[in-house]
């Protein structure tokens, strides 16, 4: 069965304060992986996709990275504005995208 | 650019009633999917539907059901309403997934139903 699993649950940060969350998957046949920010009774919003083992894209202070088991979302000196949750996603078998908990940071000035 | 769009936005039900919910998807996109939020839970896959026709199924459960019609909005019919259906119900739309890759889901706002 399809599953993502993300780390930490929660993290804080300060200002400044660079750090990285983590998303393990476990799917037949990886077809993307996507991160997501949604915020408090928001929709998602979509940041990146990977596709393939080695891949890496940045947007602003966010840079997501792809292994063959797992994702990592590092954020470089990041700021009160990128509080929010952020969500890991699978495109796996079918038309389905499997969501991870999500990761809710809280970013301190 | 327009989003997708979806109503209503908030919607207060009781116990063993019924609700519909809405969603329109962007212009151009003929996938619509559903996904189910509980509070500080991740998003729940429910359904998908591509050309008016259901692609996939995931935990929806069996008192609800859903349809695409042909100008490609789709509706939520959720009948026999419990109190753990409170939740966010979002919309999402895409074009069709082509070749070996999975497309990008754009989300609309949410439903948020509260069961009573």
């Known amino acids: 069965e399809d599953q993502v699993t993300q780390s930490p649950e929660a993290l804080r940060l300060q200002e400044g304060e660079s750090s990285s969350l983590n998303c393990s998957y476990t799917?037949?046949?990886?077809?993307?992986l996507f991160w997501y920010r949604q915020d408090p009774g928001k929709g998602p919003e979509f940041l990146f996709t990977?596709?393939?083992a080695g891949e890496e894209k940045e947007k602003e202070r966010l840079k997501a990275t792809l292994t063959k088991k797992e994702s990592f979302l590092h954020i470089t000196a990041p700021k009160p504005e990128d509080s929010a949750t952020y969500l890991c996603?699978?495109?796996?078998?079918?038309?389905?995208?499997?969501f991870g908990a999500g990761t809710r940071l809280f970013v301190k000035a | 650019a327009a989003g997708v769009i979806q109503s209503p936005r908030h919607l207060i039900k009781e116990k063993r009633e019924t609700a519909t919910l809405k969603c329109y998807p962007i212009?151009?996109?003929?996938?619509v999917y559903w996904y189910q939020q509980g509070p500080g839970q991740d998003p729940q896959f429910l359904i998908s539907?591509?050309?008016?026709?259901?692609?996939d199924k995931g935990s929806i459960p069996d008192r609800f059901s859903a349809q695409q019609f042909s100008d490609y909005h789709s509706e939520l019919n959720m009948s026999s309403l419990e109190l753990g259906d409170s939740a966010l119900y979002f919309c999402?739309?895409?074009?069709?997934?082509?070749?070996?890759?999975?497309?990008?889901?754009?989300f609309g706002a949410g439903s948020r139903l509260t069961v009573l």
């Open positions: 539907f591509y050309e008016k026709m259901q692609s």
């Open positions: 799917v037949s046949g990886l077809r993307g």
């Open positions: 212009p151009r996109h003929d996938t």
């Open positions: 999402a739309s895409s074009k069709a997934p082509q070749g070996t890759g999975a497309n990008v889901l754009t």
């Open positions: 996603a699978v495109g796996g078998g079918g038309f389905k995208t499997i």
């Open positions: 990977l596709y393939s």
